[in-house]
């Protein structure tokens, strides 16, 4: 079975970095494409970023500039460097492959605050 984890996460400063993880482990075929999500309470997840299988990168508005989505040193691991934090960037982020995606993992909470 495969399952995501995603580490990283913490409360951060406004105008604070962090980098956020993501493995998939289990038995997966090849190098998939992979994408982070967030989710506040009460609203839809939203999808940030994604890595494709030939590492194409695309952005959504809310993370073009400032958040930079990577393969890790794995197969199947991605990265998102997240630069000048705002405290509207405070949500649970998840990762998932987005073409075809599976379970749900835990997600890392990022907290912006002063």
């Known amino acids: 079975q495969v399952q995501l984890v995603e580490s990283g996460g913490g409360l951060v400063r406004p105008g604070g970095s962090l980098r956020l993880s993501c493995s998939a482990s289990?038995?997966?075929?090849?190098?998939?494409?992979m994408a982070w999500y967030r989710q506040v309470p009460g609203k839809d997840r939203e999808l940030l970023a994604i890595?494709?299988?030939?590492?194409?990168?695309t952005y959504a508005e809310a993370a073009k500039g400032r958040f930079t989505i990577s393969r890790g040193n794995t197969r199947n691991t991605a990265i998102l460097q997240m630069n000048s934090l705002k405290p509207e960037d405070t949500a649970v982020y998840y990762c998932?492959?987005?073409?075809?995606?599976?379970?749900w993992g835990q997600g890392t909470q990022v907290t912006v605050s002063s």
């Open positions: 890595i494709t299988r030939t590492d194409t990168l």
């Open positions: 289990g038995a997966i075929s090849g190098t998939k494409a």
């Open positions: 998932n492959f987005p073409f075809d995606p599976i379970a």
